[in-house]
């Protein structure tokens, strides 16, 4: 079937521009998750959706950052005013609901270039 | 990408040897442990995992070691294949979390032919 899908795949945007990134989740799973990872560096967890909420957005790195899930399905993660730091591969995961961890599947990622 | 592989640890190995891959993980209290693996312009892929109540587990060319006394983790690879060149990740349920990974930095894997 179908894995997580993300668009666009890169993205390459002036300083101080606001910028949308869209995530499509494996059909059925009611978990999604947003991770950055930048230059020489592991994943970073960035905010968990539990169907249309967030209940832990702990890793957003700023107030720039912002997230929403509708229909308990496509996810979209905003950077406002976006700043060089910000260059990065941002990654979404999805997975089922349950008792206990259960496995991540991770899209391919976009790439944010900020000049 | 390609940009992921910089600054990174680096194993390099002849292809048909073994691959020992080692992840030292921060939470005492973290309970399922996970490697991934994540080639160019892909997202992290599972490779295999396990949970804190053993100390061993194996998959199809895989082996997974965990040593809870020092918090380490390691991957094994058999026979590794030019396939097997990526990046690799240990990942570690945050102090016994059901939803929040924290990853290591990762290690770039090359397979000489």
């Known amino acids: 079937g179908a894995g997580v899908s993300q668009s666009p795949s890169n993205k390459v945007t002036e300083k101080g521009k606001d910028v949308e990134l869209r995530c499509d989740p494996i059909?059925?799973?009611?978990?999604l998750y947003w991770y950055r990872q930048s230059l020489g560096q592991g994943l970073e967890f960035l905010i968990y959706?539990?169907?249309?909420?967030?209940?832990?957005k702990s890793g957003l790195p700023s107030d720039r950052f912002s997230a929403e899930r509708t229909g308990g399905s496509v996810s979209t993660l905003t950077i406002q005013r976006t700043q060089q730091e910000d260059s990065a591969v941002y990654l979404c995961a999805s997975s089922q609901y349950g008792v206990g961890y259960n496995e991540q599947f991770f899209g391919p990622g976009t790439r944010l270039t900020v000049l | 990408g390609e940009s992921v592989g910089l600054h990174l640890p680096t194993l390099s190995v002849q292809e048909g040897d073994n691959s020992i891959i080692n992840c030292a993980y921060s939470n005492s209290a973290s309970d399922y442990f996970i490697w991934y693996k994540q080639e160019s312009g892909k997202g992290p892929q599972f490779i295999i995992d396990i949970r804190s109540n053993m100390d061993k587990r194996q998959g199809q060319r895989v082996t997974v070691l965990l040593n809870k006394t020092v918090k380490h983790l390691s991957l094994q690879i058999a026979a590794t294949q030019p396939g097997d060149s990526a990046v690799y990740f240990c990942a570690e349920n945050s102090g016994g979390s059901n939803y929040k990974l924290t990853f290591g930095k990762g290690t770039l894997l090359t397979v000489n032919p």
């Open positions: 959706f539990q169907g249309n909420s967030a209940p832990d």
């Open positions: 059909s059925g799973h009611t978990a």
